[in-house]
């Protein structure tokens, strides 16, 4: 009835707890969300703005690449930070989730494989499926902040039928933001075995204690190989805007991006000239919303460092941190924080970091947490949580 | 470098004579543009108010399958011409084009054949080369106004990979509607060989001469079978909103729909709140459309029986008609007219028919006109159609 391709996605582990927390819900319990990347931050004004100028009375098809003055904006952007990139090698898609499936159906057929590091955001591993495309993992672990291993650890998964490795830098869910040396690193890799780079800069700006973001552009002669995965999502707190964007100096992705983009005819109109507005005037509004999620992320890490037994390193950027947690089955102590358990008719609910790792069994004494709600709120959403560890065990 | 499932997609037959366009721009050419289906119709004013309406300070996320509210009122609008569904029925696609894509992907694995009658849209084809799904024709001609062909026609085409049909009522590129019989032809050989109909209804209202729509939904039985894409960009003039919907009564496509639906986040937010308030007040501004769609029907056909040795049938719904012109390649007419010919600065751009066929070497001397375009405009964009054939010749 249901092809093999589909019935092999995972239902997303940030939402299969969903019922549980309705549930909840209804018998008056209040929810702190820790578990999805919708950030409480408003949607900019200059964003709001370009939305209430579109004056037109016929709300048309766009270009399936993109608005040429926005796909403009967008080369202005990068190369902002070095990328030196022109308008045309900007592809404008419905979110960066299309931007994912687009590369892998135009970089991979059928069992062809991607190296990624382990955990990833989901989203990867299910786009993968409908695409059948093979994801191997590059084991990363919480006692080194999600840093890459060596080239020696990473090589050895190179197969013939490796077409690109996947980064994700600042990265959810662990919010590692790779060096320099891990980005030379993999070009590298990219360089010498002739692999693409699938390189999501989603939280690029998201960076914590004077850190510098280090683009797979920034790294030189990686114009064959490299394609970025973006989107206004995060940067611009418009995750329902769908505007994303695959950006590329290699022709033929390029034209590939094209093939795909005129099948679907184009990306939503209004929102890209909302976000047109938002790059103009990203100085007014970037800074502050950094300094915010800064000051979320050490009442994370505090709060964290508060219950015995768990272990996470600082969060280096983007706004998740993935640590371990002292219960040997998250998935089950997150489903029991929302059906037994609220202090003060309040819980907490978190994303159980199994559903981040393609290794079966990996990452089940761990959790991903969004600090994606206010301070004060995030503290006690935290207390609760150690609470529920305190009465859980 | 690029995969070989998205080098088989065929480049839209609507946009490849696009750079000629563009050339004969350059040099003052006014161009009338019959070959887009971008309707020049004002989007009605409910949705721009919807748009209006929307206060959230953050443009956030939405549910996986559109918001409640918005299934809600494609609900009863559906229920209003008797399809007696619920809005769980309903799951919101970004676009007609997601909602085809999806479908493909949770009813066919790779090779799985589903028939369809051609000509059919362009994007049937493109979107199910990406899916590495098989289109299998049903012929159909202009001679019989691309009406369907008795079950003794269509039944031998159906193997053991056969999933489904797929029917498009009122039909882009033909301006065909399904008669009741029809309908049921379709339903009944669905029913005897256990295939799933994909019926695309997204002109459903563009109906001329007291024409009937008949939904797969109005055909009894057909709950577990029937799937109607669906889409607000024709109807409500509004393709840019990227909103669109399947819906079913066939609870494991339904969970199919979600486990796509989350690996892509959501459909675009703020549209769906303009689509609901042209939902609600569809009867202000849907009978002006069609009186002012009949009366460029009207004149289309009018001046195509001017040009001699050209043949159609009088179109009954949408706003395409598919006809035979007197010249052996209109692909070669169609370029010439953009980059050789133009009567006193002006000519008429036309879709070549071969791109909506799947039978290599059929449509050559066919030619899908849109009628798109005010009625004076209309009549001497034919008018100059006319003439370049004359000389053409």
């Given at each position: 009835m249901i092809s093999s391709r589909v019935k092999l996605i995972a239902p997303s582990p940030i939402r299969k707890l969903v019922p549980y927390a309705n549930e909840a819900k209804k018998k008056g319990i209040k929810i702190y969300h820790l578990n999805i990347g919708q950030?409480?931050?408003?949607?900019?004004?200059?964003?709001?703005?370009?939305?209430?100028?579109?004056?037109?009375?016929?709300?048309?098809?766009?270009?399936?690449?993109?608005?040429?003055?926005?796909?403009?904006?967008?080369?202005?952007?990068?190369?902002?930070f070095g990328a030196n990139v022109e308008p045309y090698n900007v592809f404008v898609t419905t979110g960066g989730s299309e931007a994912i499936l687009f590369i892998y159906l135009i970089l991979g057929d059928i069992g062809d494989e991607f190296l990624i590091p382990e955990?990833?955001?989901?989203?990867?591993?299910?786009l993968g499926a409908m695409a059948q495309i093979k994801l191997i993992p590059i084991p990363t672990s919480v006692e080194n902040g999600f840093h890459l291993p060596k080239a020696e650890k990473i090589e050895p998964l190179i197969t013939p039928k490796t077409r690109g490795m996947i980064i994700c830098t600042p990265n959810n869910p662990t919010g590692t933001v790779y060096t320099k040396e891990e980005m030379e690193l993999i070009a590298g890799i990219a360089k010498k075995h002739?692999?693409?780079v699938i390189s999501d800069e989603v939280y690029r700006e998201f960076?914590?204690?004077?850190?510098h973001h280090i683009s797979i552009f920034n790294i030189p002669e990686m114009e064959e190989y490299a394609i970025v995965i973006d989107s206004i999502s995060k940067r611009f707190s418009a995750c329902g805007a769908r505007i994303g964007f695959a950006v590329t100096k290699n022709r033929q992705v390029l034209e590939a991006l094209m093939l795909c983009g005129m099948s679907r005819l184009c990306p939503p109109t209004i929102e890209?000239?909302?976000?047109?507005?938002?790059?103009?005037?990203?100085?007014?509004?970037?800074?502050?919303?950094?300094?915010?999620?800064?000051?979320?992320?050490?009442?994370?890490?505090?709060?964290?460092?508060?219950?015995?037994?768990?272990?996470?390193?600082?969060?280096?950027?983007?706004?998740?941190?993935?640590c371990r947690l002292p219960v040997p089955d998250v998935e089950e102590f997150a489903k029991w924080m929302l059906t037994e358990f609220?202090?003060?008719?309040?819980?907490?609910?978190?994303?159980?970091?199994?559903?981040?790792?393609?290794?079966?069994?990996?990452?089940?004494?761990?959790?991903r947490i969004a600090y994606v709600i206010k301070e004060e709120e995030l503290r006690d959403?935290?207390?609760?949580?150690?609470?529920?560890?305190?009465?859980?065990?």
């Open positions: 950030p409480d931050i408003r949607t900019p004004a200059p964003f709001w703005d370009g939305i209430k100028y579109y004056k037109e009375e016929v709300l048309g098809y766009g270009p399936s690449d993109g608005f040429f003055f926005f796909r403009e904006a967008v080369a202005e952007y990068y190369n902002s955990p990833s955001y989901a989203n990867y591993i299910t002739k692999l693409f960076l914590f204690d004077s850190r890209q000239i909302g976000a047109l507005q938002a790059f103009k005037k990203m100085d007014e509004f970037i800074p502050q919303m950094i300094k915010e999620y800064k000051r979320r992320r050490d009442v994370v890490y505090e709060e964290i460092n508060k219950i015995p037994g768990s272990f996470a390193c600082l969060p280096e950027g983007a706004f998740y941190v993935t609220n202090f003060e008719g309040k819980t907490t609910m978190i994303a159980p970091a199994e559903g981040f790792y393609l290794t079966p069994g990996k990452g089940k004494d761990e959790v959403a935290m207390q609760i949580l150690k609470k529920g560890i305190e009465k859980f065990r």
